[in-house]
Nanobody
Framework: VQLQASGGGLVQAGGSLRLSCAAS????????MAWFRQAPGKEREFVAG????????YYENSVKGRFTISRDNSKNTMLLQMNSLKPEDTAVYYC?????????????????WGQGTQVTVSS
């Protein structure tokens, strides 16, 4: 499956952005999906995940209550709605897909990656 992330940009603290991940090439609903982010000089970290059906969602603690992950299997699209953004949310955000059952939080478990989209939150 090919993934294309978009929607990043520059926003002030407290603002909102919505990231999109468009999938193509294979049956989107076969894949569990996730968002990761990587700030300069830091490891890539898990942000949020959603099961193939959309029924189960998972969040990293620092984004709970501020970010919402969703998917539309009819449109082969995953979204990340980010509200109340903070400067520490600044990073390149990546979408990832995996058809196997793997631990959500480890980037090494995902076989497919989008190219990343930059999110910058100014204070």
């Amino acid at each position: 499956v090919q993934l294309q992330a978009s929607g990043g940009g520059l926003v002030q603290a407290g603002g909102s952005l919505r990231l999109s991940c468009a999938a193509s090439g294979r049956t989107f609903s076969n894949y569990n999906m996730a968002w990761f982010r990587q700030a300069p000089g830091k490891e890539r970290e898990f942000v949020a995940g959603i099961s193939w059906s959309g029924y189960n969602t998972y969040y990293e603690n620092s984004v709970k209550g501020r970010f919402t992950i969703s998917r539309d299997n009819s449109k082969n699209t995953m979204l990340l709605q980010m509200n109340s953004l903070k400067p520490e949310d600044t990073a390149v955000y990546y979408c990832a897909a995996e058809s196997r059952v793997v631990p959500w939080i480890y980037s090494t478990g995902y076989s497919y990656w989008g190219q990343g989209t930059q999110v910058t939150v100014s204070s």
